[in-house]
């Protein structure tokens, strides 16, 4: 089964520091997402990207959050300068037909990248 | 606007038991797709299940079932003959309209605790 890949799985930084979560989406996927999972919360939208744009994003993502896809493979979230409140479960997803979907795309997503901001 | 509602937060089932996990959803557009996903301990997000609104039968997926009821806006998950391994949290989730890119939106998700 094609994976969603995250790097890196955990990061620790300081409150106003810049961090690049990494993604590598599955290569025939046309989608690419960034969700937000606050610990023990419910699983956000964030961002969805589509021919190298941003088709959607949700109230969360401020100017603070930037997202590219700097080449065939890789996709990445920026947070420019790092909250407290930014501390979360990021999860990347790329969207394709799966088996037992009915022909619909599915979310496939990555394992997540753990941000702590201290 | 489009909303998704699980209403129990924890469940604790006997190993080997069927359980059901409940989800309601509301939505205006009449294509839609209903989504439900694993999350274990370990974190990562494990696509189980789908169901379009238009399908005219239940979807399964091996152990996973799910109860579709259009006119109720529910779609509950079925898990038969619950394993130790199915011990986790599980998220409903929607995809509206269907036609346009494939975000999903999520419920607030059910932890399931299964007993040996």
Same mark, same amino acid.
């Given at each position: 089964?094609?994976?969603?890949?995250q790097t890196p799985s955990?990061?620790?930084t300081?409150m106003?520091?810049?961090?690049?979560?990494r #993604?590598?989406?599955?290569?025939n996927h046309?989608?690419?997402?960034w969700y @937000?999972?606050?610990?023990g919360?419910?699983?956000?939208?964030?961002?969805?990207?589509?021919n190298n744009?941003?088709s959607e994003?949700?109230?969360?993502?401020?100017?603070?959050?930037?997202?590219?896809?700097p080449?065939?493979s890789?996709?990445?979230?920026?947070? @420019?300068s790092? !909250?407290?409140?930014?501390?979360?479960?990021y999860? #990347?997803?790329s969207?394709?037909y799966r088996?037992?979907s009915?022909?619909a795309n599915?979310?496939t997503?990555?394992a997540g990248?753990?941000?702590?901001v201290? | 606007?489009?909303k998704?509602t699980?209403?129990?937060?924890?469940?604790f089932v006997q190993?080997?038991?069927?359980v059901?996990l409940? #989800?309601? %959803?509301d939505?205006?557009?009449?294509s839609?797709g209903?989504?439900w996903?694993k999350?274990?301990?370990?974190g990562e997000?494990i696509f189980?299940i %789908?169901?379009?609104?238009?399908d005219?039968?239940?979807a399964t997926e091996?152990?996973?079932s799910?109860?579709?009821?259009?006119a109720?806006?529910?779609a509950?998950?079925v898990?038969s003959?619950?394993q130790?391994g199915?011990?986790?949290?599980?998220?409903c989730?929607m !995809?509206?309209p269907?036609? @346009?890119?494939?975000k999903?939106i999520?419920? !607030?998700g059910?932890r399931?605790?299964?007993?040996?």
């Amino acid at each position: 089964e094609p994976e969603v890949t995250q790097t890196p799985s955990h990061q620790v930084t300081q409150m106003g520091q810049e961090v690049i979560l990494r #993604c590598v989406p599955i290569s025939n996927h046309l989608y690419f997402y960034w969700y @937000r999972q606050i610990l023990g919360q419910k699983v956000e939208f964030l961002v969805s990207f589509y021919n190298n744009e941003i088709s959607e994003k949700s109230e969360i993502f401020d100017d603070q959050f930037s997202v590219e896809r700097p080449d065939g493979s890789n996709f990445t979230l920026k947070i @420019r300068s790092t !909250k407290l409140e930014d501390s979360a479960m990021y999860f #990347c997803a790329s969207s394709g037909y799966r088996e037992g979907s009915s022909g619909a795309n599915v979310l496939t997503f990555g394992a997540g990248s753990r941000l702590t901001v201290l | 606007a489009q909303k998704i509602t699980q209403t129990q937060p924890g469940m604790f089932v006997q190993e080997k038991e069927a359980v059901t996990l409940d #989800c309601t %959803y509301d939505t205006s557009d009449p294509s839609y797709g209903l989504f439900w996903y694993k999350q274990p301990s370990s974190g990562e997000m494990i696509f189980l299940i %789908y169901q379009g609104s238009y399908d005219q039968q239940n979807a399964t997926e091996g152990r996973y079932s799910l109860n579709f009821q259009k006119a109720r806006k529910s779609a509950n998950l079925v898990i038969s003959a619950s394993q130790l391994g199915d011990s986790a949290m599980y998220f409903c989730a929607m !995809k509206a309209p269907m036609n @346009r890119d494939d975000k999903i939106i999520f419920g !607030k998700g059910t932890r399931l605790h299964i007993l040996p």
